[in-house]
């Protein structure tokens, strides 16, 4: 059966699927990943909203056969298509394909350290803790799988699941008294023999970075790999193929140190003297810049700043730590991890600052935040790296070698969007995936071959295909492709089927200051009012930092209250992302305020959510280093950074934020910007029309009329 008759009013998705509707973009795009698999091509395809782009990936690469590697943006978006979209199709088209779910190891639950948190349960910080301890005792043995979120009772974030799923640090591998029971190795293996494996981004690029260094890859051979919301690709793949250590890391090795130690090896060393000086010397680095929270380059720093002599007393101090274990790694299996541990930290410590590899450069520079500091090394360009692995190119020697008014906020805060300390460890666990499973199974996710190259002896026939809703910018691809290297890409382009300039309305009020002026943020609450009390609440207020989303906030909240109107305010923070979301539908007249976590991977449909407020253009930070870094290696190279670089980027997370309006052929609303630039600067207009097309407006009165028709 060929795919027009599979996607056809009379076909099996039909009859399977609740509303189903034929749309000729999604059999285009169908076709088009179809001929990427049978080819080994790579292909990127921009799909909008309401094509259907999962079916349109799935039934090819279900129907073509061989292994199948599908990578999510988040474990939710991962959960949902391995629980719902996923099954649905394969039993739609009734084919006998196996599925797997592989997630990193701080997602699945550890019999060892469950052990030794219930024989220290004394230590468990509050009575919370206790009592998700026991939910988790009752959970562990009736669990297939031991996937911490599979167990509702205990949140995903709760602090207990810390104490009882293994870190690349503490796990004890096939060491460990419960190796034959893992959970975690049951899923590598389950996910060996599956034909379809779901991941996410961060384990794929775990999967690639541990490659690179030549450690064997930990994802199963693939005949084609899917990246789903691939504008995310290349923000992960910075994080991943960079470098991070953090005193939170350090403080952390300090408190598991002193706990084993006095547990294996009290006889010794006195080991809270032993401690004591990185203890001292990790805290100190923190107090090297006041009370300010920044962002720096090594070369802002300074050639006299208080920071580098701290660090020669940090590395001091914990390559005693190092000595320390040394001498007692032979007494236990958890010893010998500590001391790895700290010798792994100490070589990061060792490479910050250190020079940068002119074929490959790299950027160091510090992230200071309310109670600590991280040091990053971070990688300016991706392209190369990803070429390498993606076309089975041997990364040789360098795999062994250790503007203007434009930007004024950010899209991502320190806190909201910048790796913190909790996921930096979370990188380093999905980086650390599997190492010490059995690998029998050599192969791997993420080699292939593209049209017109020769296909290196040791790499399969393999097809790469990269879609989202917002990959292009009016159609041109090279803002993604360049930072991916995916020069030899075939790249097409679907507009979402729905009828915007009838069911949308895109609304810039006249009038406001600029973002960058202290009272834009109180001005788009106050422009927004009228429109939120026509709309009856219903609405989300997308913020570009978590400054404005608490300034937003609270002046929303105060003015509503004021006047007896019924519109509960809900703001980012209160509560985690997934309760919010359930307030706000049960709500049905709710106002929800956030920042970064709410522009995308959100879906409300229908009356529950018509107004869509956006407070500012979302230029990357002005303040991040690495982006001042490569707009000046942009500029030295005779470009534009600013036109070639800081709007594509600001149109794809735009094109993101407004894609929370509308989700279905029956959804109508309004998008409101509350940025002038749109309007009064040149580029602003390359900018809206890379948004749906939506009937415009700049009068309220219009705005509150079509809002009062819903």
Same mark, same amino acid.
Request: net charge negative; aromatic share 4%; with cysteine.
């Given at each position: 059966m060929d795919l027009p008759t599979l996607f056809s009013a009379s076909?099996?998705?039909?009859?399977?699927l609740d509303g189903y509707c034929v749309r000729h973009e999604q059999i285009e795009m169908s076709q088009a990943v179809q001929a990427a698999i049978r080819d080994g091509r790579t292909v990127v395809l921009e799909a909008g909203t309401g094509v259907g782009k999962t079916a349109a990936y799935l039934v090819p690469a279900l129907l073509e056969g061989g292994k199948v590697v599908v990578s999510t943006g988040t474990k939710a978006l991962q959960d949902q298509l391995f629980h719902r979209d996923l099954?649905?199709?394969?039993?739609?088209?009734? !084919?006998?394909?196996?599925?797997?779910?592989?997630?990193?190891?701080?997602?699945? $639950?550890?019999?060892? /350290?469950?052990?030794?948190?219930?024989? *220290?349960?004394?230590?468990?910080?509050s009575r919370q803790e206790v009592r998700d301890l026991s939910e988790i005792n009752r959970f562990a043995p009736l669990s297939a799988t031991g996937d911490k979120a599979e167990c509702p009772t205990v949140p995903e974030h709760a602090p207990i699941w810390a104490r009882v799923t293994s870190t690349r640090e503490n796990c004890l591998g096939s060491d460990c008294p419960r190796y034959a029971d893992c959970f975690v190795v049951r899923a590598r293996r389950e996910a060996q023999d599956a034909d379809v494996v779901v991941v996410n981004h961060h384990l794929?690029?775990? #999967?690639?970075? $541990?490659?690179?260094?030549g450690v064997p890859e930990l994802l199963p051979q693939a005949q084609t790999i899917i990246f789903d919301e691939a504008h995310q690709l290349p923000d992960t793949a910075t994080l991943f193929f960079g470098d991070t250590v953090s005193t939170a890391q350090l403080l952390d090795l300090l408190r598991d140190t002193l706990a084993i130690g006095q547990a294996q090896a009290r006889d010794a060393a006195n080991w809270n003297d032993v401690l004591a000086p990185l203890d001292r010397a990790a805290r100190d680095l923190r107090l090297c810049f006041g009370q300010a929270q920044q962002r720096l380059s090594m070369d802002q720093l300074g050639a006299d700043h208080p920071l580098l002599p701290a660090l020669g007393t940090l590395r001091e101090a914990l390559g005693q730590v190092r000595d320390a274990l040394?001498?007692?790694?032979?007494?236990? !299996? #958890?010893?010998?991890?500590?001391?790895?541990?700290?010798?792994?930290l100490l070589q990061r410590l060792i490479a910050w600052g250190a020079p940068e590899r002119a074929h490959e450069p790299e950027l160091c520079w510090v992230d200071v935040g309310s109670?600590?500091?991280? $040091? /990053?090394?971070?990688?300016?360009? !991706?392209?190369? !790296?990803?070429?390498?692995?993606? $076309?089975?190119? *041997?990364?040789?020697?360098?795999?062994? *070698?250790?503007?203007g008014d434009e930007p004024d906020d950010t899209l991502n805060d320190a806190a909201d969007g910048l790796m913190d300390d909790e996921a930096a460890q979370d990188l380093a666990d999905l980086q650390a995936l599997f190492a010490d499973a059995p690998t029998d199974n050599a192969g791997g996710a993420s080699a292939g071959e593209h049209a017109g190259s020769p296909q290196p002896a040791h790499r399969r026939h393999q097809a790469w295909v990269f879609t989202s809703a917002t990959l292009a910018v009016k159609n041109d691809f090279r803002h993604f492709t360049d930072a991916l290297g995916l020069e030899d890409a075939e790249c097409q382009s679907w507009s979402s089927p729905y009828n915007y300039p009838e069911q949308a309305m895109l609304y810039v009020p006249p009038g406001l200051p600029l973002p960058s002026h202290a009272g834009h943020t109180a001005a788009v609450v106050d422009a927004a009012l009228p429109l939120i009390r026509a709309n009856r609440g219903r609405a989300f207020v997308l913020c570009t930092s978590l400054r404005a989303v608490e300034a937003a906030a609270a002046r929303l909240k105060s003015l509503l209250e004021a006047a007896g109107d019924p519109f509960p305010v809900l703001r980012q923070g209160d509560a985690p992302r997934p309760t919010l979301l359930d307030d706000f539908r049960r709500a049905g007249n709710a106002v929800l305020v956030g920042s970064h976590s709410f522009w995308e991977g959100i879906d409300v449909k229908g009356d529950a959510l018509t107004l869509v407020v956006i407070d500012k253009l979302p230029f990357a930070p002005p303040d991040d280093p690495v982006l001042a870094k490569r707009l000046e290696l942009l500029s030295q190279a005779g470009g534009n950074p600013f036109m070639s670089h800081q709007v594509p980027q600001a149109i794809i997370a735009l094109k993101q934020g407004a894609g929370r309006l509308i989700r279905s052929e029956t959804d109508r609303g309004v998008l409101m910007i509350c940025d002038t630039r749109l309007v009064d600067k040149p580029y602003g207009r390359r900018i809206w029309q890379s948004l749906p097309p939506m009937k415009r407006t700049r009068a309220e009165a219009e705005v509150t009329a079509f809002l009062a028709s819903l």
């Open positions: 076909g099996p998705l039909a009859r399977a099954p649905a199709v394969r039993d739609a088209l009734a !084919v006998p394909v196996k599925v797997a779910l592989l997630k990193g190891r701080s997602n699945y $639950l550890c019999w060892h /350290h469950l052990e030794r948190t219930n024989q *220290d349960a004394t230590l468990l910080g794929f690029f775990a #999967d690639l970075m $541990l490659r690179e260094e040394d001498q007692q790694a032979e007494r236990s !299996v #958890d010893l010998q991890q500590l001391h790895r541990r700290s010798q792994e109670h600590g500091v991280q $040091l /990053h090394r971070t990688p300016i360009s !991706v392209a190369d !790296v990803f070429r390498r692995q993606r $076309l089975g190119e *041997d990364a040789g020697e360098d795999a062994e *070698d250790g503007a």
